[in-house]
């Protein structure tokens, strides 16, 4: 798919399964927990919480059981680790494009600001992003008008796009503030996998994509 760029454009991504699958950063956070809590054997507890991860139980739970750790310790050891993730194949090289036709780059996502910072800091976007928004510094989750908002009052240009893959949230708001959307379609490893709840209208992309490197920016 052509995109064209140019100093009037601001490409607009969401964080979370659309620069990177965000089940790397359930496994990251799992080892991370695991090394802290078996550093002997951590391999075997690593396991046995994604396994329960797979099967809708609560490895939380399961930790405070049987190591005596607080629920509320862990999910705050989930949140801050740093995480050993990577972008999508081109993620970086397309970002570079962008900038290079003097395109400008927002990330706007929704979650915790550490966690969310960790996570960008982590896939080394920071040198070639312009603008972040993150839910909890803004007070407000997509689709709320006030997220898009931010990034308009920001950049004040003619021409936005926003790229993300939950049609739950992600295209709402972009579509009525006139933006161009793009969905990148789930390959499937994505946390969030019921797209086919959200066919009405009001919930779909302008474009779909297979893969992040079918989008060229020229």
């Given at each position: 798919?052509?995109?064209?760029?140019?100093?009037?454009?601001?490409?607009?991504?969401?964080?979370?399964?659309?620069?990177?699958?965000?089940?790397?950063?359930?496994?990251?956070?799992?080892?991370?927990?695991?090394?802290?809590?078996e550093?002997?054997?951590?391999?075997?507890?690593?396991?046995?919480?994604?396994?329960?991860y797979?099967?809708?139980?609560?490895?939380f739970?399961?930790?405070?059981?049987?190591?005596?750790?607080?629920?509320?310790?862990?999910?705050?050891?989930?949140?801050?680790?740093?995480?050993?993730?990577t972008?999508?194949?081109?993620?970086?090289?397309?970002?570079?494009?962008?900038?290079?036709?003097k395109?400008?780059?927002?990330?706007?996502?929704?979650?915790?600001?550490?966690?969310?910072?960790?996570?960008?800091?982590?896939?080394?976007?920071?040198?070639?992003?312009?603008?972040?928004?993150?839910?909890?510094?803004?007070?407000?989750?997509?689709?709320?008008?006030?997220?898009?908002?931010?990034?308009?009052?920001?950049?004040k240009?003619?021409?936005?796009?926003?790229?993300?893959?939950?049609?739950?949230?992600?295209?709402?708001?972009?579509?009525?503030?006139?933006?161009?959307?793009?969905?990148?379609?789930?390959?499937?490893?994505?946390?969030?996998?019921?797209?086919?709840?959200?066919?009405?209208?009001?919930?779909?992309?302008?474009?779909?994509?297979?893969?992040?490197?079918?989008?060229?920016?020229?």
């Amino acid at each position: 798919m052509d995109i064209k760029v140019d100093q009037n454009t601001v490409i607009v991504f969401d964080l979370d399964d659309t620069l990177y699958n965000e089940i790397d950063y359930l496994k990251s956070a799992y080892t991370a927990l695991a090394k802290d809590l078996e550093p002997e054997n951590w391999e075997q507890l690593y396991a046995n919480l994604f396994s329960l991860y797979r099967n809708n139980e609560n490895p939380f739970k399961y930790v405070s059981e049987n190591f005596g750790v607080s629920t509320t310790e862990l999910i705050e050891l989930y949140r801050d680790h740093i995480p050993n993730i990577t972008p999508f194949e081109g993620v970086l090289q397309k970002f570079q494009i962008i900038k290079d036709r003097k395109g400008k780059i927002a990330i706007l996502t929704d979650g915790r600001s550490k966690s969310q910072r960790n996570k960008i800091n982590a896939l080394g976007l920071i040198p070639y992003l312009d603008y972040i928004v993150i839910s909890e510094e803004i007070g407000s989750e997509k689709p709320d008008k006030k997220n898009f908002k931010s990034i308009e009052n920001h950049f004040k240009v003619k021409n936005y796009y926003y790229i993300g893959d939950n049609l739950k949230k992600d295209f709402i708001t972009p579509n009525q503030r006139g933006w161009q959307t793009i969905a990148l379609l789930d390959n499937g490893l994505n946390i969030h996998s019921n797209a086919y709840l959200y066919n009405k209208e009001e919930h779909l992309p302008h474009n779909y994509v297979l893969h992040f490197d079918q989008l060229n920016f020229i």
